[in-house]
C-alpha cells in the first residue's frame, strides 16, 4: 500500500489501555489510526483531519457515544464517514435502531474478535479509498472499468467476490452498470442505471428495443455500424453516446462493454457500465466559451488601443504620447473596475472618482461631483471613462481646470430609463469656440449618439463650457429589435442614388469604427455608417446603395449572420471582421474573407484596393472577389 493511498481510522476511548488494544489490532491493516480519550478530543481531531472511519466508545462520560455520532453527523463534512460502534453491554434493538439513527454502520460487542474488527475496518477502508481514487482520478475511469470488464471475462466467481465492492464504487462514481443475455434478450440494470436514464425502477422494463429509443438515432447508427464492420471480434469496446430521457433532457454517456463468450467463440452476455459525463461536457464547453471570450475581448481591447494610436493627432511627439497614455489609462480604469465586477459592470461613481482623481489638489474642492448610484452595463462604462477623460483633459488644457480659480460641476440623474450627465465649467479662462471638430469631440460624438444612441450638446459660453448628455441605460441592440426601430436614426422611404465607391462599415467599437472610415476615406471609398447594431445596418442595407460591405460578427452580443444574408442577396461583396477566431463563423460563410482585430491598415489597403475603370464600369477588388464568393458558395453542398 502507498503511504498516500492510506486512510485516516480515529479510535475513540476513555480507556488508553482499550486504545492500545484497537492499535494493535489493527495495526496490521497500514493505515493512519489516530487515537483520541475523549469526546472533545475526537471532534478536535476531527476538524483538523478527515477520517475514512470512526470507531467510538459507546459508554463514555461527558458524551457518549451516541452523543457524538449525532455531532459528527451534524457535520456536513463528516456526513458520509463509516463510524462503527464497540460496546462492552448488551446492545437491545432499540439501543441499535437509536445507533443506527445517529449514523452508525456497525457494531463490535466487547471482548473484540481482532478478526472481525479488521474485517469490519478493512471494507470500510477500502470502501473509502475507492471513493477518493474516483474523486481524485477521473482519467483513469476507462481503465478501471476496462479491468473490471476483463474480469468478467475471466470467471464468474471472481465477479461474485468482488460484486460488492463494484456496485459501491459504481455508485460513488455516479455510474450504472447492466448486462444483457443474448439469447434470452433479458437486460438486468442496477439503479444507477436507472438513474442516468431517468426512469423509474419499479415501472420502467429494460428491454433491448426500449433502450434503443433512449439513444440519439445518430450515436445508434455510429455504434450499429461499428458492430457490424467489426462482426463481433473485439473483447470490448466503448463509444460515447447521447442518452434522451423521457422528460427530453439530454444527457452525454460513455457506454463501455465487454462480450462474454462460450467454448465455442459465441458471444453469450454482454456486460458494461454507462458514466454520466454531462458536467464534464459542459465545463469542457464552458472552458471553451471562456478561452473563446477572453481572446474575444483581448482583441478588441488591442483594437480600441491601435484605434486610439492611429486616430490621436497631435503637434509634437511628446503632446502625442501624453495623450495616447492619458486615453489608454482612461480604459484601463474602466477595465479594472470591470474586472472587479467580473465584466458585469462598473458603479458610475467609482469610475467618476477614478477619473478625476489626477485633477484633485490640495484641500480645495475643484470638481464638485453629484449623483445617485448608478451601476453601467460594461460597453456604457467603457465609453463613460473616455467620455470623462476627453472632458477633463480639454479643461485641463484649456478650460476651468487649467488655472487656480477654475471649478467644474459633474452631476447626473436618472430620468425614465436614462442617464443624464452634465459636466459645467466656471472661474477658467475665456472660452473661445472651436472652429473644427477634435479628436475628443468626435470620439464623444460617436460614442455617445452612435453606440448608445444617445443625444449631446456642448455649449461653448465665454464663461465656460457646459456639456449635456443622455444615454438609455438598457441594452441598445435589444430596444432597437423590440421598437423594430434602430435607435437614434429615423425611418425613411427614399433610396439614395449611387454616389462613388460607397462601402457598408458594421461595428460596434466606436473608435474601431472610426479608424476604418478613416482609413477607407484615404483610399477613396464614401463609408456608409459606421453602424453598431443590427437593425440600424439592416435599414441600411434597405435604403442606401452600397458596392461593398465589412461587417463585425457580433454586435453587441447579437450575431450579424442575418444581416450578412441580406447582403448576399443584393449581391453584394462583404468581409467579417471578428475579435474571435476565425473558426467560430458560421460554415455557410466559410468562403468570406476574415479580418481578426486589431486590423491593421495594410489588411485594408490589401482589400479595398483603389478602384478602377474597365469597359466603363467601377470595378474593385471587392467586385472580383464577389465573383470568388458566388462560385464557392454555389459549390457548397
Same mark, same amino acid.
Given at each position: 500500500m502507498m503511504t498516500d493511498d492510506k486512510v485516516n481510522v480515529l479510535l475513540v476511548d476513555d480507556q488508553p489501555a482499550k486504545l492500545l488494544a484497537y492499535e494493535v489490532i489493527l495495526?496490521?491493516?497500514?493505515?493512519?489510526?489516530? &487515537?483520541?480519550?475523549?469526546?472533545?478530543?475526537? $471532534?478536535?481531531?476531527?476538524?483538523?483531519?478527515?477520517?475514512?472511519?470512526?470507531?467510538?466508545?459507546?459508554?463514555?462520560?461527558? $458524551?457518549?457515544?451516541?452523543?457524538?455520532? %449525532?455531532?459528527i453527523r451534524d457535520h456536513p463534512r463528516f456526513q458520509k464517514t463509516a463510524i462503527i460502534f464497540i460496546s462492552a453491554i448488551h446492545l437491545s434493538d432499540v439501543d441499535r435502531l437509536r445507533g443506527y439513527e445517529m449514523g452508525a454502520v456497525d457494531y463490535v460487542p466487547v471482548p473484540v474478535v481482532p478478526e472481525v474488527l479488521r474485517a469490519k475496518v478493512k471494507v470500510f477502508a477500502e470502501l473509502h479509498r475507492k471513493t477518493r481514487q474516483l474523486e481524485r482520478l477521473n482519467e483513469e475511469l476507462e481503465r478501471r472499468v476496462a479491468e473490471r470488464t476483463a474480469e468478467l471475462e475471466a470467471s464468474h466467481a471472481r465477479l461474485l467476490e468482488s460484486e460488492r465492492r463494484r456496485s459501491l464504487a459504481l455508485e460513488a462514481g455516479q455510474m450504472g452498470s447492466?448486462?444483457?443475455?443474448?439469447?434470452?434478450?433479458?437486460?438486468?440494470? +442496477? #439503479?444507477?442505471?436507472? #438513474?442516468?436514464?431517468?426512469?423509474?425502477?419499479?415501472?420502467f422494463v429494460p428491454t433491448i428495443e426500449n433502450v434503443r429509443s433512449f439513444v440519439h438515432a445518430d450515436d445508434l447508427a455510429r455504434i450499429q455500424a461499428r458492430i457490424k464492420e467489426d462482426g463481433g471480434r473485439q473483447a470490448s469496446f466503448q463509444s460515447e453516446v447521447r442518452v434522451l430521457r423521457p422528460n427530453g433532457q439530454v444527457r452525454w454517456c460513455i457506454c463501455a462493454a465487454a462480450l462474454t463468450r462460450n467454448a465455442h467463440g459465441q458471444v453469450v452476455r454482454i456486460s458494461g457500465v454507462t458514466i454520466d459525463i454531462t458536467d464534464l461536457k459542459e465545463g469542457e464547453e464552458r472552458r471553451t466559451l471562456l478561452v473563446r471570450e477572453v481572446d474575444h475581448r483581448a482583441r478588441n481591447a488591442l483594437a480600441v488601443v491601435q484605434s486610439i494610436v492611429r486616430l490621436?493627432?497631435? &503637434?509634437?511627439?511628446?503632446?502625442?504620447?501624453?495623450?495616447?497614455?492619458?486615453?489608454?489609462? %482612461?480604459? @484601463?480604469?474602466?477595465?479594472?473596475? $470591470?474586472?472587479?465586477?467580473?465584466?458585469?459592470g462598473a458603479d458610475l461613481r467609482g469610475l467618476v472618482e477614478e477619473e478625476i482623481a489626477p485633477y484633485r489638489s490640495g484641500e480645495s474642492e475643484r470638481i464638485i461631483v453629484q449623483g445617485p448610484a448608478v451601476f453601467l452595463l460594461p460597453a456604457t462604462a467603457q465609453i463613460l471613462a473616455l467620455v470623462l477623460h476627453e472632458l477633463a483633459t480639454n479643461a485641463a488644457k484649456y478650460g476651468a481646470l487649467s488655472n487656480a480659480s477654475g471649478r467644474v460641476m459633474l452631476t447626473w440623474q436618472l430620468c425614465?430609463? @436614462?442617464?443624464?450627465?452634465?459636466?459645467?465649467?466656471?472661474?477658467g479662462p475665456a472660452v473661445v469656440p472651436p472652429t473644427s471638430q477634435g479628436y475628443g469631440t468626435r470620439v464623444i460624438g460617436a460614442s455617445v449618439e452612435r453606440q448608445m444612441g444617445?443625444?449631446? @450638446?456642448?455649449?461653448?459660453?465665454?464663461?465656460? $463650457?457646459?456639456?449635456?448628455?443622455?444615454?438609455?441605460?438598457?441594452?441598445? %441592440? &435589444? +430596444?432597437?429589435?423590440?421598437?423594430?426601430?434602430? %435607435?437614434g436614426q429615423k425611418n425613411g422611404n427614399g433610396v439614395r442614388p449611387l454616389i462613388g465607391n460607397?462601402?457598408?462599415?458594421?461595428? +460596434?467599437?466606436?473608435?474601431?469604427?472610426?479608424?476604418?472610415?478613416?482609413?477607407?476615406? +484615404?483610399?477613396?471609398?464614401?463609408?456608409?455608417?459606421?453602424?453598431?447594431?443590427?437593425?440600424?445596418?439592416?435599414?441600411a442595407v434597405f435604403e442606401d446603395d452600397f458596392h461593398a460591405a465589412i461587417l463585425d460578427v457580433n454586435l453587441h452580443g447579437e450575431p450579424v449572420y442575418p444581416l450578412a444574408d441580406l447582403i448576399t442577396a443584393r449581391e453584394v461583396p462583404f468581409v467579417f471582421v471578428t475579435g474571435y477566431s476565425a473558426d467560430g463563423i458560421d460554415s455557410r460563410f466559410a468562403h468570406v474573407p476574415v479580418l481578426q482585430k486589431p486590423i491593421e491598415r495594410r489588411q485594408l489597403e490589401q482589400i479595398f484596393a483603389r478602384p478602377c475603370r474597365a469597359r466603363g464600369e467601377s470595378v474593385s477588388y471587392l467586385q472580383t472577389l464577389f465573383r470568388s464568393q458566388k462560385q464557392s458558395a454555389s459549390a457548397a453542398p
Open positions: 495495526g496490521e491493516l497500514g493505515e493512519n489510526l489516530i &487515537k483520541a480519550a475523549s469526546a472533545r478530543e475526537a $471532534l478536535e481531531q476531527l476538524l483538523k483531519t478527515d477520517f475514512a472511519i470512526v470507531l467510538i466508545d459507546v459508554c463514555m462520560p461527558e $458524551l457518549d457515544g451516541f452523543q457524538l455520532a %449525532a455531532m447492466w448486462e444483457l443475455d443474448v439469447h434470452t434478450g433479458e437486460c438486468r440494470w +442496477d #439503479r444507477g442505471q436507472y #438513474r442516468i436514464l431517468g426512469v423509474d425502477p419499479d415501472t490621436t493627432k497631435a &503637434k509634437t511627439i511628446e503632446d502625442y504620447v501624453v495623450a495616447v497614455e492619458g486615453r489608454i489609462r %482612461a480604459l @484601463s480604469t474602466a477595465h479594472a473596475l $470591470l474586472s472587479g465586477s467580473r465584466w458585469e425614465e430609463g @436614462s442617464l443624464v450627465l452634465s459636466w459645467q465649467e466656471m472661474g444617445g443625444r449631446m @450638446s456642448f455649449d461653448w459660453q465665454s464663461a465656460g $463650457l457646459t456639456f449635456t448628455m443622455t444615454v438609455p441605460l438598457r441594452d441598445r %441592440a &435589444k +430596444d432597437a429589435i423590440e421598437t423594430g426601430q434602430p %435607435a460607397r462601402v457598408l462599415l458594421v461595428e +460596434d467599437e466606436v473608435l474601431v469604427g472610426m479608424m476604418m472610415k478613416d482609413a477607407l476615406s +484615404d483610399l477613396g471609398y464614401e463609408v456608409v455608417g459606421p453602424f453598431s447594431t443590427v437593425p440600424e445596418a439592416r435599414l
